[in-house]
């Protein structure tokens, strides 16, 4: 074996133009081994985030893990390139790799020395192989020690050489650590990407807020007043078309994350077989069409929100993984060993009953209650008809203005007729039953297309649009009064008030609440 400085200068050059740590690390182990001559070379790298070398050695509760092999057996021919096995994971401060790491220094053997138990695991090996002699040196950059390089040669290492291969290790190390930074600019740059497509894909679908003046309405306002500035993880029910998304973008904004991502998954719309991937990414290779790696959702709303919505949705299989990331904030890509820190907060929606879906055996009730620290029901739209006609004209301009057509008029007895609707399909159902109309109306008289079944007189109600808030509350008065009285001043159950009036007991107590009712 004749290794001098001009070979290793020659990996060093091929290795320094590599720019990702699964091109680099190869180069360096099979370099050694095809161009300098050695038997075996390995490098190991530490799993926990580097250590410096001045006087703070490494922990003995971190490990190395084998990240590259190269060599071939004299005997059988046998590549020895498999970054499993007996070595694959070393305790810093074990055998000589593990010493290496600890000290943060070199190591060289002699025939003797690395035929000794007391330095090799498997004399029989080195006896067999022809083994003579070994170098190992720690991968340290900027006093920091990213882990090990070591060597076994069918030859003596003699003291140049072993010099030689110090220069070797560092001119290594400094490739790692580019490599490491470029694949973080990398990731970085890609996760901006994914973020601008995501908040580019958000503004053409949503618009608008939340319109309105019923109490209903208030009280949730007061309610995400109250929930937004914390981290509390929110469970959001209510009919479909309720308005979900939009309170999870309103506790998002009023949140001390609002610099960061509110990240969406619809969960009913992602199949079975990509939750994984879609939640927590994946690596290159991990199933078939996964050509490059990829973040999940969690990764991309790390330090920001993650909306799910329809979470009742999450096959059973999966929620345990979902769990854990709440406990504990640690999730693995799909296909990867490395664990993940994340940090984001949890807004969970939907319209089913989870308590129903735990009886049935569907949904977790450890998940529930780990979502539904703070639970926020929407009312459907039949329970703030106040709202409907300010709802009406608000999507009307809307409408009109996105197709560029005159605003057509919307009269008393339009408003009447979509007062009394049940508005089964709630908020999202009138945007849609508006803008049809507009269409066919193009500046003209505007024709609804309802289910006739679902129009019914809405007793207690306000059809006019109201001037102010308070206009409309005191209209609301002399019902509520009169329901009150009839009730004996009781609110909840079948006989109370809330039912005679048809409203939610909480819609009923917010309104006797602001209008200062004495319900006695």
């Not at 969970?348 to 977790?364: C, D, M, P, V």
């Amino acid at each position: 074996m004749n290794v001098d400085l001009e070979s290793l200068l020659s990996i060093s050059l091929a290795v320094g133009q590599a720019r990702h740590m699964d091109a680099v690390l190869p180069l360096v182990v099979t370099g050694l081994t095809e161009k300098a001559g050695f038997a075996l070379a390995r490098i190991w790298l530490l799993e926990k985030p580097p250590v410096t070398t001045q006087n703070k050695p490494a922990s003995k509760s971190t490990f190395l893990q084998l990240a590259a092999s190269a060599g071939r057996s004299i005997n059988d021919g046998q590549l020895w390139n498999n970054l499993h096995g007996e070595f694959a994971r070393i305790p810093v401060g074990a055998r000589k790799i593990g010493h290496i790491a600890e000290r943060g220094e070199s190591l060289r053997l002699d025939e003797q020395e690395v035929a000794n138990s007391h330095w090799t695991a498997h004399p029989d090996w080195v006896a067999r192989e022809g083994i003579k002699g070994f170098a190992g040196h720690p991968l340290v950059f900027k006093g920091e020690i990213l882990g090990v390089m070591g060597i076994f040669s069918r030859q003596s290492v003699s003291q140049q050489q072993f010099q030689w291969l110090r220069l070797f290790a560092d001119q290594a190390a400094v490739s790692i650590a580019n490599a490491r930074a470029f694949e973080e600019i990398e990731r970085l740059r890609e996760r901006l990407e994914l973020e601008n497509e995501y908040l580019r894909s958000e503004v053409t679908q949503n618009f608008g807020g939340f319109v309105g003046l019923s109490p209903a309405l208030q009280n949730i306002f007061q309610q995400i007043e109250l929930v937004a500035p914390t981290d509390t993880n929110v469970l959001i029910t209510g009919e479909s078309g309720t308005g979900k998304e939009l309170a999870a973008r309103a506790i998002h904004e009023r949140s001390k994350r609002n610099t960061h991502t509110l990240v969406k998954v619809n969960c009913a719309s992602v199949p079975h077989e990509l939750f994984e991937s879609e939640f927590f990414g994946h690596v290159k290779g991990a199933f078939t069409g996964a050509v490059r790696d990829r973040a999940g959702r969690f990764e991309l709303a790390d330090g920001g929100t993650l909306f799910l919505d329809e979470v009742g949705e999450i096959p059973l299989a999966l929620q345990g993984k979902l769990l854990r990331v709440l406990q504990e904030g640690e999730f693995e890509r799909l296909g990867e060993d490395r664990t993940r820190k994340v940090n984001v907060r949890i807004i969970a929606a939907t319209n089913r009953n989870l308590k129903e879906q735990i009886l049935a055996g569907h949904f977790r009730q450890d998940l529930f209650f780990r979502l539904s620290v703070f639970p926020l029901d929407l009312p459907p739209l039949r329970e703030r008809r106040e709202d409907i006609p300010i709802l009406a004209t608000h999507f009307l301009k809307l409408a009109a203005a996105r197709m560029n057509f005159p605003t057509p008029p919307l009269t008393a007895s339009d408003l009447q007729t979509l007062t009394n609707y049940s508005w089964p399909g709630n908020i999202r159902e009138l945007q849609n039953v508006i803008e049809r109309a507009v269409i066919l109306s193009r500046g003209g008289t505007l024709h609804f297309q309802l289910n006739e079944s679902a129009i019914s007189p809405a007793p207690h109600e306000t059809l006019a649009v109201p001037s102010t808030q308070k206009e409309w509350l005191q209209s609301q008065r002399p019902a509520i009064e009169a329901a009150l009285k009839k009730s004996g001043g009781k609110i909840y159950g079948p006989d109370g008030a809330a039912a005679l009036l048809g409203l939610r007991p909480t819609t009923l107590t917010s309104r006797i609440a602001a209008l200062g009712i004495n319900r006695r």
